[in-house]
């Protein structure tokens, strides 16, 4: 009887011990599947908001340029336009640098956060982007009327 009772809690720990190593591997697996799936995120949003950075700095440039130039009637106006380019880039690279000092635990609250800037901008951006191409085709026209 002792000997029946001996291998049947052997069996029980060796059966204990399997199950316990397959439930830490599944815990370590799933873990890991959140990290990278973590970071695929973090990698999508901040690229996304690399992009509209970058639509950001192009449009300032083109408006800089314009300025630079001096005889401008719309240079009010593309002053304006300027510092709003401004505002809107600081506020992406805001996201970008919280989306990189985020840690994991974190993450959720600055993803919504970085995507909430991101579609903000997208829709002042498309509305300053009309008002930029007037001011410049009007800086244009001005150019036109020097010429003749």
Do not use: P
């Amino acid at each position: 009887m002792k000997k029946v009772m001996l291998v049947a809690t052997l069996a029980s720990a060796v059966i204990f011990t399997q199950c316990t190593r397959t439930s830490e591997n599944n815990v370590d697996a799933t873990q890991e599947a959140i990290v990278d799936d973590i970071k695929k995120e973090k990698a999508e949003v901040a690229q996304e908001l690399r992009e509209l950075r970058d639509d950001i700095n192009n449009r300032l440039d083109k408006v800089s340029k314009e300025l630079e130039k001096g005889k401008i009637d719309a240079r009010e106006d593309l002053e304006s336009v300027k510092k709003q380019l401004t505002v809107q880039r600081d506020k992406v690279e805001k996201s970008l640098d919280e989306i990189s000092n985020s840690s994991d635990e974190t993450w959720d609250d600055i993803q919504q956060a970085s995507r909430n800037t991101a579609a903000e901008i997208k829709l002042e951006f498309q509305k300053l982007r009309e008002r930029i191409d007037l001011a410049l085709e009007n800086t244009r026209d001005d150019d036109n009327d020097n010429d003749k």
